[in-house]
């Protein structure tokens, strides 16, 4: 038994299950492209962050040695 919240969003989703499987092919092959594309995002990404957290330690590491040396 469909609840009143059930019927309503039922009414605004149009659900279309298509006889002809084969129109599902296209929508598969967007999804496959942007996992794919998602994927090398976050890949990118790692590797960037993994860049700017060396630089940042390297300019950490030589503001202490400048701090020290500024001290003696």
Do not use: G
């Not at 149009?14 to 006889?19: G, K, N, R, S």
């Not at 960037?48 to 040695?65: F, G, M, T, V």
């Amino acid at each position: 038994m469909l609840s009143i919240f059930d019927t309503f969003v039922l009414s605004i989703i149009p659900l279309y299950f298509p006889e002809d499987k084969s129109e599902y092919i296209p929508a598969f092959i967007q999804l496959a492209l942007v996992v794919v594309a998602a994927v090398l995002v976050v890949v990118f990404l790692k590797k960037l962050s993994k860049k700017q957290e060396k630089e940042a330690k390297e300019l950490e590491e030589r503001l202490n040695q400048e701090e020290k040396n500024k001290h003696l």
